[in-house]
């Protein structure tokens, strides 16, 4: 059975949530604090987990950022009241995969829920994928050019493996946020332009040639 681990502080709220998840067929563990939260994710087995961004004891953004530095990858949608583009960004460079803004729709929240265990339930057996001279390694998420190790955040990661498994093609914004962010993100294409821009940074920090390029208008694509 999947199990998802959901962290929420508000009581009825925890519970409604909670409720139905089980209505869905999923085994829900319950959190109210930080600390109890981090030790949860660390210690059971979950498959997804539901986390608020304000918690007592230590934050939903802490909890992310904690999980990421000790390689966990686990599916992580954060619950916030928070609504500003630069609020989204935090909490995707700290390892979020999704953000739900409060007050929300429990249909839409179970909708992401869907989507993002989907995903992570795919399996691929290839594990490299290679454009020119940039290689990216979805086992150890390592990312070089010739022989540059690239840091990159959690989202531009993501970003950049979709790109890698569609050389060529050009893919639109709408796409990107639909496959990359797994939700629309309530139609703001900016977020494309940010991560792109820090992509571009990175992967061009010694003068090397642009690999990523704007289709005016429609969106991006990986081409030398």
């Not at 954060?78 to 803004?101: C, M």
């Not at 690239?150 to 970003?159: P, Q, R």
């Not at 498994?165 to 309530?186: A, K, S």
Request: aromatic share 8%; charged share 30%; with cysteine.
């Amino acid at each position: 059975m999947t199990h998802i681990l959901l962290v929420e502080d508000e009581v009825k709220l925890a519970r409604f949530v909670e409720l139905e998840l089980n209505y869905e067929g999923y085994q829900v563990s319950v959190a109210y604090d930080g600390l109890t939260a981090l030790t949860a994710a660390r210690k059971l087995n979950v498959d997804l987990v539901i986390l608020d961004w304000m918690l007592p004891g230590l934050s939903g953004l802490e909890i992310c950022r904690r999980l990421r530095s000790i390689g966990d990858k686990v599916p992580i949608i954060l619950l916030t009241v928070k609504d500003e583009v630069s609020d989204r960004i935090a909490g995707l460079e700290a390892g979020a995969d999704d953000y739900v803004v409060k007050p929300f729709s429990v249909d839409e929240l179970l909708a992401r829920v869907h989507v993002h265990l989907r995903r992570s339930h795919q399996e691929d057996a290839v594990y490299i994928l290679e454009f020119e001279e940039l290689s990216l390694n979805r086992r150890t998420r390592e990312v070089y050019r010739c022989q540059r190790l690239i840091e990159l955040t959690a989202k531009e990661f993501d970003l950049l493996e979709y790109l890698l498994t569609h050389p060529g093609q050009v893919i639109t914004c709408d796409r990107l946020l639909e496959e990359v962010w797994g939700y629309d993100f309530m139609g703001d294409v900016n977020i494309i332009e940010t991560y792109i821009h820090y992509l571009r940074l990175k992967l061009e920090a010694n003068n090397e040639k642009r690999l990523i390029q704007t289709v005016s208008g429609v969106g991006y694509t990986l081409r030398d």
